[in-house]
């Protein structure tokens, strides 16, 4: 039997749609007109409110809606030492046309160290306001290799790619064990990279940066597996496959059938938070390699478009699933956060408070209060 709890059988992925009042106090701070302190002060109430809305609508894994962030991951990867954003990867979608804009990508301008907890004070707040299980989200640790590979990462700094993983892991564990000392048994990692090399694109696109897209996966497992193989017995880790998640918009597309083996056998998380709500993701027969003791969180309620799913479709489909694996091994969550960027996706708060609802609804008319 997997751990399920958590995962819980209604699950999310983390980010929620920033308030007007919370974006207008971050533009506020841009235009210095009003201090760091202030705009936390603003945050702090703005994420107090949220709580309370995810507790009332009955999840029991809860986030600060990644409120004091405007990106999911550059806000947390730019405080590692030796890390630089700048440029962007090409998307095999009509994002650059659509949104006019497509993934950042990080570059390795030093050594990288973890010289100040990163989440620990983010944390604690949220620790403080909930009833339920407080969740932490960090990206992937791949992302700062994938995106602009060996060409990326600074030849003087890391002339041994080893010693560059190695220091990239260290970095993590220091964060994570951090995040562990303050009470935090929850993380889950995002991770669009796993997912970006189930697309020809994309695969093509490491080709060309000198990776060999059928290795990496296996890489990328070790990396990872680096950072959480010695972990406490109670500290649940996930990780969040995403193709992309801005404005409604995505960036890469293909099933999990050239990593699924990989993905489930040889990396060693708790569960797998996976995109689910449309074509992009190809069908469920990858879900075939998910060994007994792992859990699966099935993304089947969009939060790219407003329109509500019905409950029995998403039974349905969660049925069609479970001739893969079993059912007692599955959850159930939105297929990725509702607001990646504080940009947010093009749907309403009544909108995804309605999704969140019915996530909630639909698990407890499949696997009742377990």
């Given at each position: ?5 958590p995962?819980y ?16 106090a ?10 760091k302190?202030?705009?936390?002060s603003?945050?702090d ?10 507790e ?9 809606g ?10 947390f990867?730019?405080?590692l030492?030796?890390v ?8 095999s ?6 949104v006019?804009?497509?993934p ?11 010289v ?7 944390f ?30 600074d ?8 010693e560059?993983?190695e ?5 993590y ?9 303050s ?13 970006y090399l189930?697309?020809?694109k994309m ?28 972990r406490?017995?109670d ?5 969040h496959?995403c ?18 083996e ?12 996976l995109?689910?709500?449309d074509?992009?993701?190809?069908d469920f027969?990858?879900?075939r ?8 969180v099935?993304g089947l309620v ?8 019905l ?8 049925k069609?699933?479970g ?6 091994n ?8 509702f ?15 309605s999704?969140?609802e019915?996530?909630?609804k ?5 696997w009742?209060?377990?």
């Amino acid at each position: 039997m997997p751990k399920i709890n958590p995962p819980y059988r209604a699950d999310h992925v983390g980010s929620l749609l920033r308030p007007k009042a919370l974006l207008k106090a971050r533009q506020r701070y841009q235009e210095k007109e009003i201090s760091k302190q202030d705009l936390r002060s603003v945050e702090d109430l703005h994420i107090s409110e949220v709580i309370k809305k995810q507790e009332a609508v009955g999840l029991k894994s809860i986030t600060d809606g990644e409120f004091r962030r405007a990106f999911f991951h550059l806000d947390f990867l730019e405080q590692l030492a030796g890390v630089t954003v700048k440029g962007s990867i090409a998307a095999s979608s009509d994002a650059q046309d659509k949104v006019g804009f497509t993934p950042p990508k990080l570059s390795v301008t030093g050594k990288l160290r973890h010289v100040k907890t990163i989440q620990v004070d983010d944390f604690n707040y949220l620790k403080s306001q909930v009833n339920q299980t407080p969740k932490v989200s960090i990206p992937s640790p791949t992302m700062i290799h994938f995106r602009g590979g060996r060409k990326a990462i600074d030849i003087e700094a890391y002339p041994d790619m080893d010693e560059f993983f190695e220091d990239l892991a260290q970095c993590y564990r220091d964060e994570i064990n951090a995040l562990y000392q303050s009470g935090c048994r929850y993380i889950q990692l995002d991770d669009t990279n796993l997912a970006y090399l189930c697309d020809p694109k994309m695969r093509a696109g490491a080709l060309e940066r000198g990776d060999e897209p059928n290795e990496l996966p296996h890489a990328y497992a070790a990396l990872i597996n680096s950072v959480i193989d010695d972990r406490p017995t109670d500290l649940t880790v996930g990780v969040h496959l995403c193709r992309g998640n801005f404005r409604s918009t995505w960036f890469a597309e293909g099933g999990y059938e050239p990593i699924a083996e990989v993905l489930f056998n040889e990396l060693n998380v708790d569960a797998y938070f996976l995109e689910y709500d449309d074509e992009r993701s190809g069908d469920f027969a990858p879900l075939r390699f998910v060994p007994d003791d792992k859990t699966v969180v099935l993304g089947l309620v969009t939060t790219k478009l407003p329109t509500l799913e019905l409950s029995r479709d998403l039974i349905q489909r969660i049925k069609e699933a479970g001739q893969y694996m079993p059912l007692e091994n599955m959850c159930l969550s939105p297929q990725c956060g509702f607001s990646s960027t504080l940009h947010g996706n093009e749907i309403s708060e009544d909108d995804q408070w309605s999704k969140l609802e019915l996530v909630v609804k639909t698990s407890l008319e499949i696997w009742g209060d377990s």
